[in-house]
Each structure stands twice: as structure tokens, then as C-alpha cells.
């Protein structure tokens, strides 16, 4: 018996040593802060966000690597945020020297695992997995899920550099349907005022309001003895349905970020 447990101890050692072997990573750039390996950024893009980063490293020692890769498969990890934390510390992105104080963040892109990554150093810890969030739903993924990656990557880079160096993230862009929509309600606002006050109870905004106040008529099978069970439709909302962000926080040990899916 004691001879099988070995045996079996062996076999999941043997697995997991294979699978830690079996993560690659990338090579870090020699020059500049960019490895475009998913063509997802222009020339001029890589441009700025070398100069971005160059000037986030010099004042605040705080360099933004961005990373593009097609899949994760190619690069042997199970998840975007083990990648992302160990690629980090691999590339010893803003530690200097043998301290453990280092800034940096990275920048993880999976096209077609539809996955993106924020990750900060072990120095910056959770502190700022907020502001991460933020950038991650308000700037990154809503150009993603237009298929604007160069535009997504370029206002998620900026926001971390105003996050890194200014201590704030900048405020979120409105969409763009939103002022159709509010021209449209103003719209209808007007006209239900001028209705109102042109003919009061007896025109279509008299009407409209009289059907929302109107008490609510029950059915016989209700006041039959009909019951309703709270608890049922409370497990039906819960299983069904409920507020997504749409990522997660990773907290890595040591490290924190935001991760994001589109």
C-alpha cells in the first residue's frame, strides 16, 4: 500500500513539473516596451507607447509593457492571470537592481481567448485593483468589443500612465449612443409638457399618465388562492441572470490587477 501511494505521488509530481516546463515565455524587447506578436497596434501606436512608457519609467519608475499574443496555447499557460503574474516577474518589469521594488505594469492581450490583463507589481500590490477595473471596463473593453484593439490598447496605456504617475485614472468616456438617446427623450419630454398643458387630462399624456396610476387589477385565479413563493423567484433570479463585470481580480500572491473578457 505504502509502495502504490508513492507511486501515485510521483505520477502528480511528474504532471505538474510537465506542465510548469511546459510554459514559455517570451522573450522581453530589447528596445522599447512593446511586443505586438498579434499585429493588433500600428507603427505610429508603438511609436507612442514606447515614448508613454519611456516617460512613465523616468518619472515614476513605473514602465507599462504591453504584450499581444493570438492565443494562450502558444504560450503553454493555463490562465491569463498566472501568465501575466509570472511573465511579470520574468521580465522583472520595474525592479531595479535585487530590491523587491518595482512598479511596472504589464499589459496582456489574448485575441482569440478574448481575454485582457492588467497586471502590477508586487510594490503597487492590490492598492490600485479599483482604478484597474476602471480601466479595464471603461477604456479597454469597450473599443475590443468593436474590434478597435489598436484603440483600445492606446487608451487603456494612457489611463495606466495618468494612473501611475498622476495617481488618478481619467474619467471614462461617455458612449456614443447616449446623446442620440438623450436628444430623443428631451424630445419626448417637451411634447408630453406642451399635451399636458394644452389639454390636460383629456389629451394622450392625460391618458398616459392615468394608465400608470391606475390600480392594478388581479385575476381570479390570484384571489382564488393562487400563492407566490418568494424564495422560488428568488433562486430563479439568482441562477439566471445578475450583474456581470465581465473580469475578475486576480490577486497572484503578491501582485493585484484587473482582468477583462469581451
Not at 26 to 55: C, F, M, T, W
Not at 100 to 112: A, E, F, Q
Not at 147 to 163: E, R
Request: charged share 20%; proline share 3%; with cysteine.
Amino acid at each position: 500500500m505504502r509502495r502504490f501511494l508513492f507511486f501515485l505521488l510521483a505520477i502528480c509530481m511528474a504532471r505538474v513539473g510537465s506542465a510548469q516546463s511546459g510554459v514559455r515565455f517570451l522573450v522581453r524587447p530589447d528596445e522599447g516596451y512593446v511586443l505586438d506578436q498579434a499585429h493588433l497596434l500600428s507603427g505610429d501606436s508603438i511609436d507612442k507607447i514606447n515614448q508613454i512608457s519611456a516617460n512613465s519609467d523616468r518619472l515614476a519608475h513605473a514602465p507599462i509593457f504591453v504584450v499581444t499574443v493570438n492565443s494562450l496555447s502558444e504560450v503553454g499557460s493555463y490562465d491569463i492571470e498566472t501568465y501575466a503574474r509570472q511573465l511579470h516577474r520574468a521580465w522583472r518589469i520595474g525592479q531595479y537592481g535585487d530590491t523587491d521594488y518595482h512598479r511596472g505594469v504589464l499589459l496582456l492581450i489574448s485575441r482569440y481567448d478574448r481575454k485582457a490583463r492588467i497586471e502590477l507589481g508586487g510594490f503597487v500590490s492590490r492598492k490600485r485593483d479599483k482604478d484597474c477595473r476602471t480601466i479595464m471596463d471603461g477604456f479597454i473593453i469597450p473599443e475590443f468589443k468593436r474590434d478597435a484593439y489598436n484603440d483600445g490598447i492606446m487608451a487603456g496605456v494612457q489611463a495606466i500612465d495618468s494612473m501611475v504617475r498622476l495617481n488618478q485614472v481619467p474619467r471614462v468616456p461617455l458612449p456614443e449612443w447616449l446623446l442620440p438617446v438623450s436628444v430623443v427623450a428631451g424630445v419626448v419630454i417637451l411634447l408630453f409638457v406642451a399635451n399636458m398643458v394644452r389639454y390636460g387630462m383629456d389629451g394622450w399624456a392625460g391618458g398616459f399618465l392615468r394608465t400608470l396610476t391606475a390600480p392594478p387589477r388581479y385575476s381570479s385565479s390570484w384571489r382564488s388562492g393562487s400563492s407566490y413563493n418568494s424564495c422560488d423567484n428568488y433562486n430563479s433570479w439568482s441562477s439566471g441572470g445578475g450583474w456581470d463585470s465581465g473580469g475578475s481580480s486576480d490577486s497572484g500572491g503578491s501582485s493585484g490587477g484587473a482582468t477583462g473578457s469581451w
